[in-house]
């Protein structure tokens, strides 16, 4: 049975070799998706190819799109495409940042609108700080001032990092609304209600959502932040790819970060804040002092406890090994370092100034073959008898009573807002920017209360922008290199998958048919291989043993029972013979008929033995052609098969 198993396993080893090279192309195929899905669990927006406002082929480059500047389709306050090229109702700051050096504290930061560098949308402007190393600012009235009521507040816009980011920002701020607010001395302490969006300085990738709170017994405003996205957030700021970002606050106080549509990070304005909304109720009271007799030792020596007399602190640590032996070869009279002899004294050296000159060491040459050089000394083994400086054993503190802490009272400063979200009004918008890298384009600037208000704004703008970069996008082989770029372990991977082909090309298609014949023939007298054909003949054969041996068994009992139906007619007939006395003729015929009946049954069994053992002659012969006839029948089932 053996052979005939061995082509089934090897054709199972090839199919697994074969899964295995699915799963790792898979594998490389998911990762280069990877890096255009944020998250799988969000659903993103399907944006509307048959609209009347955007009339893009798909098919084409970018430089045949047809774009058209966005208008919003419902209720908003505020929007801005720059599509006109320059900065309408936008007031450039004039004022300088406090607490900052005089050379730099300027806002004097360079502002441009113009189109993108790379995925560029024939039409499409947008907003660009411009300058590296200097302070930006600049700000726009609202269409309307905000106030937090009943309507959600929506803030979207579009960030490119063209040319990726050092150290800067790209957040804007909603500026509160006051009577001296004055846009051209915005600066960095100029008070806002909200802050959102991207923030970058080193390797830490931040996106912002900071609410400014004002504490309703204090009057007093403190910043609220956003617990951090869980998400990576390292590939927005170094694609050079547009990327929308927005925040949803919502009227039952809870908000929404989104990143080209895909929720990065939600939470409740009440518990998902630091530092809280709300105080606790209770605080540590501040003139509570820890009593002098507190004790906080959980364990202490035992003071029962006594030394042994047999211990002793005296014993040193290591003692020489009184064992060792100098080993033979021991240059005792040689110095491990001489002089150098091939020294000379510098011609400037001057004993007077530098001392008495003495040529630098160098490594004795005669030690380097011996074993060691100068005074042999016995090494240092660790002390057997050495135990340390006695301390007590440590049980446990009867008079434990824990750490203590401060007492708790009731927060004189305890406040419960259930409504953060009713903030202080907006009435403008502003970028107040520091950067190290310059052209992050800023562009699709929208306010509003409706998710399908932004939703349509971002599809006429953001949209075409994404179908342009991807319509644009390098091929395969680029991307391939690109990632693994980031990840030089995908380098694995690709070896692996150009080398699977070529090993399950061999795999397949080496000659295996050989091998198994050679086994075969090898194994042919241990183990003859049975085909389901002859297992049914040697069924049958069974069979028709089975019945001959059954029929034979039948001719025998039959014989035998004739037999014995004879023996009792010989019986019955001597019985009715005796009945009547018979003469002395009679008798000597009686004895005559019965000599010539005993010579008869004589030869009665005679014939009798002759004919059971003629009828096993002819049962054997009936048997040898009933076996006959099976072996033709079996050679003829075996050549059918």
Known sequence: MGPSILPINSMQVQWDWLYLGVLLISSVTAEIHDEEIQDADVEVEDFDTNSQETDIDKGRSSL???YKTPEPTGEVYFTETF??????GWILSKTKKEDTDENIAKYDGRWEVEELKENTVPGDRGLVLKSIARHHAVSAVLTKPFIFDTKPLIVQYEVNFQDGIDCGGAYVKLLSSSDDLDLEYFFDKTPYTIMFGPDKCGEDYKLHFIFRYKNPKTGDYEEKHAKRPDVDLKKFYSDKRTHLYTLVLTPDDTFEMLIDQSVVS????????????????EIEDPNDKKPDDWDERAKIPDPNAVKPDDWDEDEPSKIEDHDAVKPEGWLDDELQYIPDPSAEKPEDWDEEMDGEWEAPQIPNPKCETAPGCGEWVRPMMTNPNYKGKWKPPMIDNPNYQGIWSPQKIPNPDYFEDLHPFEMTAVSAIGLELWSMTPDIYFDNFIICSEKEVADRWAADGWGLKKLVASANEPGMFSQLLTAAEDRPWLWVLYILTLALPVGLGVLFCWPTKKIEEDIDYKKMDASKPVTKGELEQERGEINDEAELEEEKDIAVEERRQIEEMKKEMIKERRKEGRKDPPSEGEDK???????????????GDKSNKSGSEDEMKEADESIGCGDGLMKSVRK??????
């Open 266 to 281: 939600k939470g409740s304005l009440l518990e998902d804040m630091v530092p809280p909304v709300n105080p606790p109720k």
């Open 83 to 88: 599509d006109d090229g320059v900065l309408t």
């Open 589 to 603: 015929n009686d004895e005559e008929n019965e000599a010539a009946e005993g010579s008869q049954e004589e030869e």
């Open 636 to 641: 003829r089932r075996v050549r059918k098969d």
């Open 64 to 66: 045949e799109v047809m």
